[in-house]
T-cell receptor, first 113, second 115 residues
Framework: GDSVTQMEGPVTLSEEAFLTINCTYTATGYPSLFWYVQYPGEGLQLLLKATKADDKGSNKGFEATYRKETTSFHLEKGSVQVSDSAVYFCALRGYTGGFKTIFGAGTRLFVKA | KAGVTQTPRYLIKTRGQQVTLSCSPISGHRSVSWYQQTPGQGLQFLFEYFSETQRNKGNFPGRFSGRQFSNSRSEMNVSTLELGDSALYLC??????????????FGEGSRLTVL
């Protein structure tokens, strides 16, 4: 079945450091790919998405490119802030016996001032 | 526009009891999904409803069930609670069933503790 694998955390960075969170997926067909973010005590919210190969999603300085050849959707940000501290989830939405969104395990990011 | 509303936000139950959680989607959204979030397993898909019909189901035992009403509000029920059912239960809504947008809008969750 479909699956998402993302790097384990926690990831601890200093403010203004470069961030990469790796995400790879396994899916049949052509799923849409997403990054969601969960701040403490809140539900998940969409950070960015890409719906087809070579699409680049971007939002709030974060970006990720849908790479079909490597089945990857790595999240990057050039300069993180303390306010970026949260849990980040990579996800795919495909059709396997019905539409379903599958999430990775999540990567917790701590940004130190 | 109001977001996804889940009730109750927190609840404590004992083993063997049952629980019902409620989710009101964003107005106009017809699809509702449920997820179980635990530190060890992450986000696990429970089921998705669209137009009162269950469209997909995850790998959970039959103790977990749900339904959707004609106004798109959804409930999920867990019977014969076990300690391992302690988790944050998240509801998400989306406008349609298809993957063309695919974005899910999440509520803040219902945190269930089973003693």
């Amino acid at each position: 079945g479909d699956s998402v694998t993302q790097m384990e955390g926690p990831v601890t960075l200093s403010e203004e450091a470069f961030l990469t969170i790796n995400c790879t997926y396994t899916a049949t067909g052509y799923p849409s790919l997403f990054w969601y973010v969960q701040y403490p005590g809140e539900g998940l919210q969409l950070l960015l998405k890409a719906t087809k190969a070579d699409d680049k999603g971007s939002n709030k300085g974060f970006e990720a490119t849908y790479r079909k050849e490597t089945t990857s959707f790595h999240l990057e940000k050039g300069s993180v802030q303390v306010s970026d501290s949260a849990v980040y989830f990579c996800a795919l939405r495909g059709y396997t016996g019905g539409f379903k969104t599958i999430f990775g395990a999540g990567t917790r990011l701590f940004v130190k001032a | 526009k109001a977001g996804v509303t889940q009730t109750p936000r927190y609840l404590i139950k004992t083993r063997g009891q049952q629980v019902t959680l409620s989710c009101s989607p964003i107005s106009g959204h017809r699809s509702v999904s449920w997820y179980q979030q635990t530190p060890g397993q992450g986000l696990q898909f429970l089921f998705e409803y669209f137009s009162e019909t269950q469209r997909n189901k995850g790998n959970f035992p039959g103790r977990f069930s749900g339904r959707q009403f004609s106004n798109s509000r959804s409930e999920m029920n867990v019977s014969t609670l076990e300690l391992g059912d302690s988790a944050l239960y998240l509801c998400a809504s989306s406008p349609t069933l298809g993957e063309d947008t695919g974005e899910l809008f999440f509520g803040e969750g219902s945190r269930l503790t089973v003693l």
